[in-house]
């Protein structure tokens, strides 16, 4: 199975910036996309970001476009979310998720494999 763990969370303040990791392990070789999706206390699972494990095709959500950025390292298992000109509306747990299936999906229920989530809090 994949494995994936999140870090770089924490407490910033509007207009600040923070930068997501998203480390795989085990049978990566089976990843086709990585998805970055957060959830607010009381709302769903949204969509923020993906990325195709070659690292050639990205998706964005409307409310980050311009503002965060997904890349994944060169030959590398890592992933990141490059978050600028951060919002309190963008406070909300992070996880990164694994595709294993062709084909890229901004559901949270197309992706195959979570890491834990990682806490971001922006303040007023």
């Known amino acids: 199975q994949v494995q994936l763990v999140e870090s770089g969370g924490g407490l910033v303040q509007t207009g600040g910036s923070l930068r997501l990791s998203c480390a795989a392990s085990?049978?990566?070789?089976?990843?086709?996309?990585i998805g970055w999706f957060r959830q607010a206390p009381g709302k769903e699972r949204e969509f923020v970001a993906t990325?195709?494990?070659?690292?050639?095709?990205?998706s964005y959500t409307d409310s980050v476009k311009g503002r965060f950025t997904i890349s994944k390292e060169n030959r590398g298992n890592t992933v990141y979310l490059q978050m600028n000109s951060l919002k309190p509306e963008d406070t909300a747990v992070y996880y990164c998720?694994?595709?294993?299936?062709?084909?890229?999906?901004?559901?949270?229920?197309?992706?195959?494999?979570w890491g834990q989530g990682t806490q971001v809090t922006v303040s007023s």
């Open positions: 085990g049978p990566t070789f089976n990843i086709y996309t």
């Open positions: 998720a694994a595709r294993v299936r062709v084909g890229v999906r901004t559901s949270p229920v197309e992706y195959d494999f």
């Open positions: 990325i195709t494990w070659s690292g050639g095709s990205t």
